[in-house]
């Protein structure tokens, strides 16, 4: 899956692997993709979730469409 600065994301609980940052709310909520501030793997990205910012990797994120949301 390929994701792009602006797409919404949502944690993909199968392929989730908890880390530090999750006591902050890493992965809670919609997260949106950011323009990352170096380059990344290409399975990375830069995610912008409602606490915090945090780089994940594509596996664990499912793209999500408001519209089917609302």
Do not use: S, Y
């Not at 793997?41 to 979730?49: G, R």
Request: net charge negative; glycine share 10%.
């Amino acid at each position: 899956m390929k994701l792009k600065p602006g797409d919404k994301v949502i944690k993909k609980e199968k392929t989730w692997i908890p880390n530090d940052f999750d006591n902050w709310g890493r992965g809670i909520g919609i997260g949106i993709v950011v323009e990352p501030p170096f380059e990344l793997e290409n399975n990375e990205v830069d995610v912008i979730w409602p606490a915090g910012r945090c780089f994940e990797t594509v596996d664990q994120l499912i793209k999500v469409d408001l519209a089917d949301h609302g």
